[in-house]
């Protein structure tokens, strides 16, 4: 098995012939050998581009490309030593799902001892024994997904590529594949990039994920920490659900007030704010609580109960001096299934100060600014 | 036997007791059929029952005399001259050359205009790759008889500025034909392209790039994709170029007419030959029946076994 | 500009197969008109007789500019000096002209007053021809300027058991040409024997290769069947037995051939000098066509060919301005041991025949004899054409770019007219395959000459002529 390594990406650019903007605009990754990378973003942000970069499909405008130590930017993609699942699995129609696992062998010529071994092993591990004779067509959508995930295998690949690789399955399967991907991560050990738009997909299977947005690289991190701590507004909407509420504040004594007086929330303890300053709040729905009357806090009035089971999202309108980012944005909380509140009650909100997330008015990160 | 057709008849009479309603159903079918069967019969079966009674005739169009009937004669005296023999030499030749000549171009020219699709101006490339084949047939020839010319032809005008020699292209005998083929060639290889294009352009980009990714090399992504891909279509412009090479003569007749002495001579010239020539329509009819027949036993053979293969009839995808 | 008769000939029997032509097509349709309303049939014969009385003349030929055009500008000079007459001249490609000749003579033939055509399909048709002699007595001084001008050889091709069927229009002949300064300058003697052509070729490739000798085609057409068939008889030669001018190719089986003697010393001659001439020709020979032949002199290519007098338009300044008054022709060389000039050389050419069922008989009969005479001699030769009346050839052939004319008048007055029975078309191919052979170097002469007289036995044998 070749030894394990990692990718990095030196200010990756790239433009299209014939396209005017940067799909990619000077990306610096770190892929760490036997990480679960994945590529997060909002359709074409550039993950594919950038996946294909690495794969070699694709050439980088500007920056380097290394796999391991090795600077690999003009390589070709069959001397990178990477395998890639296709989002449409890319079988090859004539052949069985035997053929399609070992074809890779049979064009380097392994001996045909050690790759009936190796197909053995590999089907085994997927549990695709019984589908070995059938050609792709007479395959399933999840069993065809596993035979591309066995050809990429089979390999023994220093790098797994996977874009979107679960896209096409329905939502069952999904997460049957996912928990699937999950372990054979982990009983491989091998470094793999993945590509998704979905970020649930992104923070059940990563041990490392970066946020990319029209070309760039937003934020890079396990997903934990990039949940907890969004590098600015776009990551902190962008990951979580529902998304994190945005509120307009300033710091006036200590507290961070509304637009208008009476409605304020703690400011944070860490958190080294300057008199008057303007700032955005940013308050996952679970961080909201319901405070009691006439103590401060977000004001604003019921409009819509989601039932889901555990518990309910509770979608209400500002009212008072509470203001949202955007005029039209609502603010969300989660409460007990038990609880409910008839639409129209007006409600003050409060969260703990170490809940609020500080971001500049331009929707940066404040508590780590200078 | 007679006593089996008044079995026949009674057994219809009982059938036809049995309901008016049956009778119509059954007439149904015949009255759909009739106006196809009528067609089939006028402008298939009738010209070819009409081909055997001529080709059993002697029968020349610049006699009074009326047709007569000589049996098998006219495919004797075929078969026994030497220029059907050349005739038949000259028409496998000149099939089985052009078409591996233009499959292999086809092809080639396809991998690499495929290969190069993303470089600005390739529609153009492709387009002009195309043009030879909106050239009716017979104004291709002639072009490239006149190119061919070796005193006044811009070929050999060309080879002079370089100072290469002159072949005669279609007065030298052991040239003419092959000269032929490379008409045939320009013309029809674009055929071969452009299927060939259109299947390389349906397979997946995804499925190239895997192959790449399993380390395949050009050839074998040709031979282990690129051809499996599209194996039926390849199949039916095989068949389709072969049947029209077997039957090829309006290039070799407004090129060489056959010539020179029988350097171009095919079968398909030999039946023209004769009927348009000669105007023995008897020994044309026979000439153009035993070429039916070939060209009829070279495509069954070619179908047979390629559908051994499985590539024509059953479903694979 | 071909002269090659039988590729375009075609005569259209199928009606007459498997049914007796008891009801013409035409009949059967103006059958049905009458049926139809007895009125309207009554009336179309009046439209028919109508036209009888119009003066109108229909003749029918093919394109090409020594018959076409010549008959053309002869109809709009008759037209011109009779106000109350006027002609038209349909003209329709060869196999339609033949095809229409054909059908017009085995059904009705009164919708024409003349077809102008070679004599190849006198034979079979004459019993619908008018038979000519009768008309010609009635005009003595036509008559004799006609029966002296035009050689018998040439004219009895028309007749049918000493009858004439038509008048001869044009007269075409094959012979040699070649370029007089070029000959002068190297001191060449003119071509009368094929041993001379030889001779001057390897003489004029040493300075240009390829100048030496042109012929035409080594299939397309019989050219190079015609070219040895020619030199056949200029080596005194024949095809069988039989064979002799005055027969004018004909062959029935009345009067067999006999013995096929393809094979005979003479023949062989003929085809070894084909052969030796084949080794030092432009190479442009074997697969030439007239118009590349043409070009060829034209553009100072070649300077000695075997070629049809129709090349007189490169005696035209318009035609070929470098060397119009440098190309000169003669009659057809001899060769090996002939010395008899009356049995070398190939004619063709087309002839006025009248319908005997044309309703202008007299009309016609005064036409086709205006278009012969001197006075409609400008006409008749600006417009392309060629007499076939020897006094005006000699005439015209005084002035250089019509030097050609003299030759066609000594052409004419001898040697063989094209084969002009059934098996022809055939005849000319099984030669030209033949000929083909030794000039590609698949046989030798003598090998190619067994060959090609056993082809002809065979092609004899099937057409029932050798009993
Ligand atoms: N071959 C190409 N030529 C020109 N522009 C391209 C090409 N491929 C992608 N792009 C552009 O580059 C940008 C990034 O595309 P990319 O496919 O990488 O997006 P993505 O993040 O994978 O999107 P999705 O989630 O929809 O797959 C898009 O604006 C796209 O239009
Ligand atoms: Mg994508």
Known sequence: MSEIVGVTLQGVSKTYAGGNVAALNTIDLEIRAGAFFSILGPSGCGKTTLLRIIAGFEYPSAGRVFIGERDVTALSPRERDIAMVFQDYALYPHMTAAQNMTFNLRNRRVPKAEI?????????????????????????????????????????????????????????????????????????????????????????????????RGGTLQQMGPPDRVYARPANIFVARFIGSPSMNLLRASVRGGRLVMESEGTALPVPADARLQEGEALLIGVRPHDLK?????????????????????????????????????????????????????????????????????????????DEAP | MRLRRRRATELAAVGSGQSRV????????????????????????????????????????????????????????????????????????????????????????????????????????????????????????????????????????????????????????????????AIDVWQWTPFVFLIVLAGMYAIPRSLYEAAKLDGTSPWRQITHLTIPWFKRVLVIVLLLRLIDLLRAFEVIVATTQGGPGDASYTLPVLVWETAFVNFQMGDAAAASLVLL??????????????SRQGVVGQGRR | MTDAKFDRGTVQRAAERGHAPSVSRRGFLKGAAAGAAIAAASSAVTWRGAIAESKKLVVTTMPGPRWEMALKASAKAYMEKNKDVSIEVLVS??????????????????DFDAHLFDPVLIGQSYPKLLPL??????????????????????????????????????????????????????????????????????????????????????????????????????????????????????????NPPGKVTLDSPENIAAMTMLRDLSKVWNEASLNAQEFENAEAFKNDVSHQQIMWSGFMILQNPKENPNFHDKLVSRDFALGGTNNDASKTGMKGGFGLAIPKASKNIDLMVDFAKFVTRPENAENFILAGGQPSNTSLL??????????????????????????????????????TQHAGDVVTGKAEPEQACVNMKKDVEVLLERGGYNA
């Open chain 1, 116 to 212: 009936a071994r190796r197909l053995a092993e590999t089907a085994s591990i997927l549990g695709i024994e019984p589908l070995l004779h059938k050609r792709p067509a007479l395959l399933s959508g999840g069993e065809r997904q596993r035979v591309a995930l066995g050809r990429a295998m089979i390999r023994k690949p220093q790098i797994f590529l996977m874009d979107e690789p679960l896209s096409n399955l329905d939502l069952k399967l999904r997460e049957q594949m996912r928990i699937e991907l999950s372990r054979l991560h982990q009983a491989l050990g091998v470094t793999v990039v993945f590509v998704t738009h979905d970020q649930a997909e992104a923070m059940t299977l990563s041990s490392e994920l970066a946020v990319l």
């Open chain 1, 290 to 366: 319901v405070g009691r009357k006439g103590e401060g806090g977000l004001a604003v009035k019921v409009a819509l109960t989601e039932h889901l089971g555990r518990h309910n999202f509770v979608v209400c309108h500002p009212v008072g001096g509470t203001a949202c980012l955007h005029e039209q944005d609502a603010i969300q909380f989660e409460t007990e299934a038990s609880v409910r509140y008839p639409v129209g009650t007006e409600l003050e909100l409060s969260a703990a100060p170490d809940a609020l997330r500080l971001f500049t008015p331009s929707g940066e990160r404040r």
């Open chain 2, 22 to 181: 049956y009778r119509g159903e059954r007439l149904a079918p015949a009255l759909m059929l009739a106006p196809s069967v009528v067609i089939l019969l006028a402008l298939v079966i009738g010209p070819f029952v009409f081909l055997i009674d001529t080709a059993l005739h002697r029968q020349n169009l610049f006699q009074t005399t009326p047709p007569r009937y000589v049996g098998a004669d006219n495919f004797y005296y075929l078969f026994i001259s030497t220029k059907f023999q050349v005739a038949l030499v000259r028409m496998l030749v000149f099939a089985v050359t052009a078409l591996a000549a233009e499959f292999v171009l086809g092809f080639v020219l396809a991998a690499w205009v495929h290969r190069l699709r993303d470089l600005p101006g390739m529609a153009i490339v492709r387009t002009l790759l195309t043009t030879p084949i909106l050239v009716a047939p017979i104004v291709a020839a002639v072009m490239w008889r006149f190119m061919y010319q070796p005193d006044f032809g811009v070929i050999n005008y060309i080879l002079g500025l370089v100072g290469i020699p002159k072949p005669g292209w279609l007065s030298d005998p052991d040239i003419a034909l092959f000269a032929i083929i």
């Open chain 2, 293 to 306: 027949v070939i060209v009829t036993i070279v495509i069954t053979l070619l179908i047979r076994a390629i």
């Open chain 3, 93 to 110: 490609p060869y196999a339609e002209h033949y095809q229409r000749i054909g059908t017009s003579l085995i059904e009705d033939s009164s």
């Open chain 3, 133 to 254: 002699q009768e008309h010609f007595d009635k005009d003595p001084e036509w008559r004799d300027y006609y029966i002296n001008g035009v050689p018998y050889f040439y004219r009895g091709s028309w007749d049918w058991d000493g009858v004439p069927y038509s008048i001869v229009h044009d007269a075409n002949c094959m012979m040699t040409w070649w370029r007089k300064d070029v000959f002068a300058g190297a001191g060449l003697a003119e071509p009368a024997r094929f041993e001379t052509i030889l001779e001057n070729a390897k003489k004029l490739n040493e300075k240009k290769p390829g100048a030496g000798f042109m012929t035409c085609a080594a299939r397309n057409a019989w050219f190079l069947g015609m070219t040895y068939t020619g030199m056949m008889w200029g080596f005194g030669g024949k095809w069988y037995e039989n064979d002799s001018p005055e027969r004018f190719g004909r062959l029935s089986k009345d």
């Open chain 3, 394 to 431: 000699n005439k015209w052939g005084e002035q250089p770019q019509y030097q050609v004319f003299k030759s066609i008048a000594q052409g004419i007055a001898n040697g063989h007219h094209l084969a002009q029975f059934a098996e022809g078309p055939e005849l000319f191919q099984l030669i």
